[in-house]
């Protein structure tokens, strides 16, 4: 069955950066594009980025673009957000999850950032 | 960016009632919209893609309906399991993939 693995989260100062990883397993990895989606404290779903299959094709939600890295090892079956100038507004729990035909299909369990001094 | 809203905000049902929670696009998505339910403490699942296909193992209870920018989900009888918050989310224009705010379906 797919499996979506979160990890690198943590407390962070403003400005500073964070490496998430996400870890798949149970689909052929190289073959499906994956998302990055955030969730405040208390709040909703707001899609951050995503990287296509190949990694040819990334794209960035405003709120995030020129802050924020979006890539994979298709070897390890891994894909990870290099998030750098932190600001308190990105305190969420950050979901790796899984395209199928545009479509969002499945979802890691989270990792949550808090971004404080 | 094309805008979801969703209503109502919270949505109060007894158990074995029918719920209806709607979803509204700022301009045509076509078919292409999801639904998913989150429960406190665990991630989105998928319910419901292509505005009314029900994804693997989906209790036949839930239902979508709708097209262009127009939207429904409905669980014709609520079961204990089913209170928690459901999203939608467009992906016919993209980026970004936009979510609704969500809807609550809480126990009356």
């Known amino acids: 069955q797919v499996q979506l693995v979160e990890s690198g989260g943590g407390v962070v100062q403003p400005g500073r950066s964070l490496r998430l990883s996400c870890a798949a397993s149970g689909f052929t990895f190289s073959t499906y594009g994956m998302h990055w989606v955030r969730q405040a404290p208390g709040k909703g779903l707001e899609w951050v980025a995503v990287i296509s299959h190949d990694g040819t094709y990334e794209a960035y939600a405003d709120s995030v673009k020129g802050r924020f890295t979006i890539s994979r090892d298709n070897s390890k079956n891994t894909v990870f957000l290099q998030m750098n100038s932190l600001r308190a507004e990105d305190t969420a729990v950050y979901y790796c999850?899984?395209?199928?035909?545009?479509?969002?299909?499945?979802w890691g369990q989270g990792t949550l950032v808090t971004v404080s001094s | 960016e094309i805008v979801m809203t969703q209503s109502p905000a919270t949505l109060s049902v007894s158990p074995g009632e029918r719920a209806t929670l709607s979803c509204r696009a700022s301009q045509s998505v076509s078919s292409s919209l999801a639904w998913y339910q989150q429960k406190p403490g665990q991630a989105p699942r998928l319910l419901i893609y292509g505005a009314s296909t029900r994804a693997t193992g989906i209790p036949a209870r839930f239902s979508g309906s709708g097209s262009g920018t127009e939207f429904a989900l409905t669980i014709s009888s609520l079961q204990s399991e089913d209170f928690a918050v459901y999203y939608c989310?467009?992906?016919?224009?993209?980026?970004?993939?936009?979510f609704g705010q969500g809807t609550k379906v809480e126990i009356k």
């Open positions: 989310q467009q992906y016919k224009n993209w980026p970004p993939w936009t």
């Open positions: 999850a899984k395209e199928l035909k545009q479509l969002v299909d499945y």
